[in-house]
């Protein structure tokens, strides 16, 4: 078995306290940490790190001096796949990605060949049974990514999981 260096996003290596690490059945390597953090890792068949993403609860204080919080999504080089990606993911709504996940889930079962795509204010992300592709709406659709669909499909159906068990549960931590 192979051993992988695991970092977070700041390049340090994580506390590794109260967090279980270890392959899913559909073959990613994952970390759960039970202080409410949730890594995963979409490896390839040679074990390399493809997409890096991890969601958290973001608390804040409001106007009021209350505090308040809400699931976000953090995505490791994030301007690779667009230079608004990650903001446009975290933007999308939990009803919006379930329709997402059911649209992708049905090219890849070969329901449908074509999804239009699906985006929140600055691209518009196209899927095919390949790839999805990142088109800047502001900019006469130019392409500023093709991504993998598999590697879509996984992050917007993890998405999805992580803002289920937030809404379910928002005062876990």
Known sequence: MVEHAITNNYGKKPDTRNTYTGKSKDGMLQSISLRGRWDKFVLS??????MHYSFKKTVYMDG????????SVIIEDSEKYGRFFMDEIHHLSLDYVEEIVGEIGA?????????????FEVY???????KAVVKNVYENDK???IIPIEEVYELMRDWRDFQREYYHNPTSS
């Open 45 to 50: 068949d040679i074990n390399r790190v493809i």
């Open 64 to 71: 009021d001096g209350r505090k308040n919080s809400y699931p």
């Open 107 to 119: 090219v890849l079962n070969d329901e449908v060949d074509f999804y239009e795509g699906f985006g």
């Open 124 to 130: 518009m992300i196209e899927c095919d049974r390949e």
């Open 143 to 145: 392409v500023e990514a």
